[in-house]
């Protein structure tokens, strides 16, 4: 131990027993103290982070297909949970956003929608006559 003196950290809990250097210590990412293995769980150093809300990055799981439902922050997770289950517990489809004329596969950058067919097509397509637009 007296070789290396610059090797290891000394865990920051107050009631920490390990008296030794520890080599592989942890950096708690909220509150930037070090602490060995039994105490860098937020919990097992009673981290202050565990008291702001804007940290909070808990995962609600579906109680009927058990499956993890998407909150952004700042949104209710109940009111996302209940519209995760109004639509059959189905994940919400990602935006195409692709041509809708059958064989174009051109990616839209800015859709341009038609105001007939209601569709989204490419800068090629976008006029009724160039998708053969069925109208209203």
């Known amino acids: 131990l007296m070789e ?3 090797i290891g950290k000394q865990c920051t809990y107050a009631s920490c027993s390990q008296l030794v250097l520890d080599f592989l210590p942890y950096t708690c990412y909220h509150c930037k103290h070090i602490y060995c293995q039994e105490h860098f ?3 097992d150093h009673q981290c202050p982070s565990l008291n702001d809300p804007s940290l909070d990055v808990r995962v ?3 109680p009927i297909c058990e499956k993890p439902v998407s909150v952004p922050r ?7 949970v209940n519209q995760h289950i ?8 990602p935006l ?4 809708k004329l059958k064989g174009c596969k051109q990616k839209l950058l800015v859709p341009m929608t038609c105001s007939d ?3 989204s097509y490419c800068v090629k397509h976008r006029l009724g006559i160039d998708h053969q637009c069925p109208g209203k």
Do not use: F, M
């Not at 109004?86 to 489809?93: D, Y």
């Not at 195409?96 to 041509?99: A, E, F, L, Q």
């Open 96 to 99: 195409d956003n692709t041509c």
């Open 4 to 6: 290396l003196p610059d």
């Open 86 to 93: 109004q639509n059959n517990c189905a994940s919400p489809k």
């Open 74 to 80: 700042g949104e209710d997770p109940n009111i996302k």
């Open 60 to 62: 609600p799981t579906c």
């Open 117 to 119: 067919c209601k569709l």
């Open 41 to 43: 769980k937020l919990e």
